[in-house]
């Protein structure tokens, strides 16, 4: 089956980039196993937690649990409600991301591990994927009037009975990949939100089947932003 797959943007990794032409695409749909299969199967609890290492940073904002919702959202999406019998595991408990935000909040966002957290009696998962926000920008550093969003993200997988990563990588994304673009003020706040869906989406796919494909493509006179 073929789908067509609309605007926006491509991701880069570490030591990874490519390019799509401008407009939209016709990819046929492939679906490629995660790096890490680790709630696919058995009847598991997972959350997912935030941390930032530059909290007060202006453009930062709330992005880590903005992140980190979207990435609860779409597990939830792709494993526990795939339409593919093969991907989904009804077993799998997603801790609500509103109780692991309030025990973020009563503890200061201080916490020694993501381990700390998952074993906690309010939270009591048995997996954490914790999400390290090292680095966000939306605006080039060079030039304030150019906008390229910038976000360097370390993904672990803990596993709480152990304390020990079952994942553990870094990842930059660059958005748009190949150079910054001139944004109206008016729009940055919808740049913004689509800069943190892509991040969301990056970092979920690490664990939930994905079509590889699935590339979406940035283009800002689509979006309406030049």
């Not at 870094?170 to 892509?198: G, T």
Request: proline share 5%; glycine share 4%.
């Amino acid at each position: 089956m073929k789908k067509t797959i609309p605007l926006f943007l491509l991701l880069t990794t570490v030591g990874c980039a490519s390019a799509l032409t401008t407009g939209l695409v016709i990819f046929k749909g492939t679906d490629v196993k995660p790096d890490c299969d680790i709630l696919l199967t058995g009847d598991k609890r997972v959350a997912v937690v935030p941390r930032s290492v530059y909290s007060n940073a202006y453009e930062m904002q709330n992005a880590p649990r903005e992140i980190a919702r979207q990435v609860n959202n779409r597990l939830e999406q792709n494993i526990l409600n795939n339409a593919r019998l093969n991907q989904r595991n009804k077993k799998l408990k997603i801790v609500e991301q509103s109780k692991v935000e309030t025990w973020l909040d009563n503890c200061n966002n201080d916490f020694a591990s993501f381990a700390e957290v998952g074993r906690d009696k309010s939270i009591k998962a048995d997996v954490v994927i914790g999400i390290d926000i090292i680095g966000f920008r939306i605006r080039d550093p060079q030039n304030a009037s150019l906008t390229q969003g910038r976000c360097e993200v370390q993904i672990q997988a803990i596993d709480c009975a152990t304390g020990e990563p079952v994942v553990n990588e870094r990842l930059m994304v660059v958005y748009p990949p190949n150079m910054p673009f001139p944004l109206a003020p008016n729009k940055e706040q919808q740049f913004r939100a689509e800069f943190i869906r892509v991040i969301s989406e990056r970092v979920a796919a690490k664990f939930h089947y994905y079509d590889k494909n699935s590339i979406d493509r940035f283009d800002g006179d689509n979006l309406g932003m030049h």
